[in-house]
């Protein structure tokens, strides 16, 4: 059984400071773009096996940053798309959504204030996902690229669902969770695939 491993995406273009969610047209930054293909570089020895991408343009970047140095291909599952808590407040300035009581409300219970994509369906989608891949490959790392909030559900989900610690959960940009053995855990993607010598 491989194990499976989820990636936060680079750091992306939004100079503007927006809520981007799941809009279209917010590629990698310049600097996500090269952290991304640094990151390539260190897992280049790492026995990934398959490489899969939400759908949205900087988690595919990142993916093909990362399937690139295994001569993989990249593969888009729409389970590991952004959560869709956000998406009322898209193009909003963060500065201003955050201010805004019902995004507070969401955050304070994104389960129950959040009947479109409540975060704990959120968590089991990824994970679902994550015990597929495991289970189509006997050994190996399979990488999902993501996005922190859908990372973050999957680790709450599968450490008992504490859905009150959501915020106080941090994925950064390129920071991982093995979801694969679990019960997940947030990991340095270079550090749980880099074979030790």
Do not use: K
């Not at 304070?108 to 679902?128: E, I, Q, T």
């Not at 990488?143 to 669902?161: F, T």
């Amino acid at each position: 059984m491989a194990a499976v491993l989820g990636i936060r995406h680079g750091e992306v273009e939004n100079p503007d400071h927006l809520v981007y969610a799941r809009s279209a047209g917010f590629p990698l930054a310049a600097a996500g773009r090269q952290s991304a293909e640094a990151l390539g570089d260190a897992l280049r020895n790492a026995p990934i096996v398959a490489v899969w991408a939400s759908p949205l343009e900087r988690a595919v970047e990142t993916a093909g940053a990362l399937a690139a140095r295994h001569g993989l291909p990249v593969q888009v599952d729409e389970r590991l798309i952004e959560w869709g808590g956000l998406v009322r407040w898209q193009g909003t300035p963060w500065a201003t959504a955050m201010v805004d009581p019902d995004l507070l409300a969401m955050y304070a219970d994104p389960v129950g204030n959040c009947p479109a994509d409540p975060l704990d369906l959120v968590g089991a989608r990824v994970l679902a996902w994550a015990g597929e891949q495991a289970e189509a490959h006997a050994e190996g790392v399979v990488v999902g690229v993501s996005h922190e909030a859908p990372l973050v559900a999957a680790y709450l989900a599968g450490r008992g669902g504490d859905w009150a610690a959501f915020r106080s959960v941090n994925v950064p940009h390129l920071g991982g969770i093995r979801l694969v053995p679990g019960p997940p855990e947030v990991v340095d993607p270079a550090d749980a695939l880099t074979p030790s010598c």
